[in-house]
């Protein structure tokens, strides 16, 4: 017999564990399931997808995508390695830092869920070519400000850039895998973020020290660290034109009526896979267009009326959209993940934001990483030197491990176990935290920490991904990107407010809430090789 889902119906989503335990029948009925497959008039997009066959077309894509990813990632952090020379140049007080170090999360809570939507109404490539142009552009444009307010506001508009592209890149990407390798190919793309970790930080290193560079004058400076950042914007400029050249997400065609396109990008992936074949030898003629599909292809076809009537009805589609993500048979699904994101990003961002401090506190304090420092140590909060370089190069390195780890482990394991098991180890090693007397065991714990919890952030982007229908997936991650930069924020809120009075009570915080992840994450639905909905 044939065993497929009929697109929409999500009851299968809300049985945790239990499909889980049939791994081995489902593979027995897939196989007996597409004996006839070559002879069947019209074809599911599974189907298609499977037929096309998994090859070049799929590494070139990941590359393409992989490298916004890590376009995304320098445009993100190139702000902290330049921190130290903008506050001299402009004069910043401890406030205007903060806030400078802020704006681009700020920008992305706006961007994640403003692009995300947009990419279910208007398309995944659409989105991303303006997003990561805009990503590129103001970061580009903030360059050549002056002065602070407007170098802000720039930093601000990338942001929303940044935050746009991240969840529609997963969205897209996610709709040309073939299910079996699915769950490798999205945790593959987490890869390109530390490379562009990597990527910041040797940027920073070559360029920024180098302070003879440039054009000085008395009414306009052009110095290193502006280059530095004209240079990080090139990323996010050769990531827009590479999705302008591919095409639209297949899956995203036919969920919007348009079979004869989706069926033609199929057939050019096929050709791409089996390059001594032949347009002809793609056998599938015929797509199975979904109930969701007919009928949003009809909503469309009204919106077309006049311009007006079709902003009223994209913006009714994404309010729409955001409701169904709180309601049955999402909401529970939605809840948890939601809860395990925002635990994850206040853990996080949290500590990895603070892990300097609580370098210089076991360095200049003499004790562990909680020690109180005596009013009579100062603090040296201007170093400069090549250590701070050399220990991001530490720290983003050791974060590939674990998401090889995953990328290898993530269609055999399954998705629940390697998201369960990383939260409550990244949880138990907090702890930690508080034996630590030495630089090298604090830079050893962050490795530690960072190398774990990576393997979280990569499997989350998968069951994001799986977990709702086409019509709802980007609008969805766009939410998760949302709620991951809410959970950032109070995460270095709590963190400042608590680190001088009680060091206690943001490490106890992050352990607690990992490990709540880790509980709940049992209550996530299996999407282990299911098909898209």
């Given at each position: ?7 929409g119906d999500?009851?299968?989503?809300l ?30 997009f599974?189907e298609?997808?499977?037929a ?14 992989g ?5 995304d ?11 130290p ?48 142009f ?26 929303i ?7 529609v ?31 910041t ?14 054009y000085f ?6 110095n ?15 990531s ?6 591919l095409?639209?997400s297949?899956?995203?065609l036919?969920?919007?009526g ?8 199929l ?6 896979n ?16 979904s ?18 009537t ?19 048979p999402y ?5 948890n ?14 500590l990895?934001?603070?892990f ?9 304090s003499g ?7 005596s ?12 250590s ?16 090889l780890?995953a ?8 998705r ?12 138990a ?29 990569a499997?989350?982007?998968v ?5 709702y ?14 709620t991951n ?41 299996n ?7």
């Amino acid at each position: 017999m044939e065993h497929k889902y009929q697109e929409g119906d999500v009851r299968h989503l809300l049985q945790s564990s239990e499909s889980s335990n049939d791994d081995s029948d489902s593979e027995t009925r897939e196989r007996y399931g597409t004996v006839n497959i070559q002879n069947k008039e019209s074809h599911t997009f599974e189907e298609a997808i499977d037929a096309a066959g998994f090859g070049l077309y799929h590494y070139m894509l990941l590359c393409v995508c992989g490298w916004a990813n890590a376009s995304d990632a320098v445009e993100m952090l190139c702000v902290s390695f330049l921190m130290p020379q903008a506050k001299t140049d402009m004069h910043l007080t401890g406030l205007e830092e903060g806030w400078l170090s802020a704006t681009i999360f700020v920008g992305m809570m706006v961007g994640s869920y403003f692009w995300g939507a947009l990419g279910d109404v208007r398309g995944r490539k659409a989105v991303l070519v303006y997003s990561l142009f805009m990503n590129g552009f103001f970061g580009l444009a903030s360059s050549f400000m002056q002065s602070y307010v407007p170098f802000l506001f720039m930093r601000f508009l990338s942001g929303i850039g940044v935050g746009g592209s991240m969840p529609v890149i997963f969205a897209y990407f996610c709709e040309f895998q073939p299910k079996k390798r699915r769950g490798a190919m999205l945790t593959a793309i987490s890869m390109f973020w530390i490379l562009g970790n990597v990527i910041t930080a040797g940027l920073a290193w070559i360029i920024i020290p180098r302070t003879h560079l440039g054009y000085f004058s008395e009414h306009f400076t052009f110095n290193s660290w502006r280059i530095f950042v004209v240079v990080c914007t090139l990323p996010s400029f050769t990531s827009s034109l590479s999705f302008a050249i591919l095409p639209e997400s297949p899956k995203f065609l036919l969920e919007n009526g348009q079979e004869t396109q989706a069926l033609n990008v199929l057939r050019s992936v096929f050709l791409v896979n089996n390059r001594k074949k032949k347009k002809t030898d793609y056998f599938v003629k015929i797509l199975q267009p979904s109930q969701q599909a007919r009928k949003r292809s009809a909503r469309i076809a009204l919106s077309q009326v006049s311009f007006f009537t079709k902003i009223k009805n994209n913006f009714l589609f994404v309010i729409s959209s955001t409701k169904q993500l709180f309601l049955s048979p999402y909401l529970l699904v939605t809840l948890n993940l939601l809860g395990i994101i925002f635990s994850l990003a206040f853990g996080y961002y949290g500590l990895w934001l603070w892990f300097p401090e609580l370098f210089l506190r076991v360095e200049q304090s003499g004790g562990s990483a909680c020690s109180e420092l005596s009013p009579n140590v100062t603090i040296n909060t201007n170093n400069t030197d090549n250590s701070v370089y050399r220990d991001a190069f530490i720290t983003a390195a050791a974060n590939v491990p674990g998401n090889l780890f995953a990328t290898l482990t993530v269609d055999k394991l399954g998705r629940k176990v390697l998201l369960c098991g990383s939260l409550l180890i990244s949880g138990a090693s907090v702890f930690f935290i508080w034996f630590l007397n030495t630089k090298i065991e604090v830079l050893a714990m962050s490795c530690i920490f960072g190398g774990v919890s990576v393997i979280s952030w990569a499997v989350l982007n998968v069951v994001g991904a799986e977990s709702y229908p086409t019509n709802m997936r980007s609008t969805a991650l766009g939410v998760q990107s949302l709620t991951n930069r809410i959970g950032a924020v109070v995460g270095n809120v709590i963190f400042g407010v608590f680190i001088d009075l009680h060091c206690a009570v943001p490490i106890l915080s992050v352990a607690i809430l990992l490990a709540f992840a880790g509980i709940i994450t049992l209550r996530l639905p299996n999407t282990k090789k299911t098909d898209l909905l």
